[in-house]
């Protein structure tokens, strides 16, 4: 069983900056696709960012490309989403979530392991 623990989550202001960490308590074979969603209350959670083992693939939701970067170091078992340019939007509880399969994937069904989520909150 693989378990994840997201950090970095907390409150920002509009414009400003958060970086999502998550770490997998599994050595990294265990671990393939990682990607992060999100879900705000009355909403269905939605992807954010997913990226491939390697983390040369990667793919983003079209309201935050250009705003957050996913990237991973396998070394450290650990992804990570870099937040700019926060809008208030982006208000939500964010997600870590891993795949025993390899490749880039936006679709909640594709992953098995959840973390409890982090809060980021961005006021306007």
């Known amino acids: 069983q693989v378990q994840l623990v997201e950090s970095g989550g907390g409150l920002a202001q509009a414009g400003g900056s958060l970086r999502l960490s998550c770490v997998a308590s599994?050595?990294?074979?265990?671990?393939?696709?990682m990607g992060w969603f999100r879900q705000s209350p009355g909403k269905e959670r939605e992807v954010v960012a997913g990226?491939?083992?390697?983390?040369?693939?990667?793919v983003y939701a079209d309201s935050v490309k250009g705003r957050f970067t996913i990237s991973r170091d396998n070394a450290k078992n650990t992804v990570y989403l870099q937040m700019n340019s926060l809008k208030f939007e982006d208000t939500a509880l964010y997600y870590c979530?891993?795949?025993?399969?390899?490749?880039?994937?936006?679709?909640?069904?594709?992953?098995?392991?959840w973390g409890q989520g982090t809060q980021v909150t961005v006021s306007s």
């Open positions: 979530a891993a795949s025993s399969r390899n490749g880039v994937f936006t679709t909640g069904s594709r992953y098995d392991y």
């Open positions: 599994k050595r990294s074979f265990s671990v393939n696709a």
């Open positions: 990226a491939s083992r390697s983390g040369g693939n990667t």
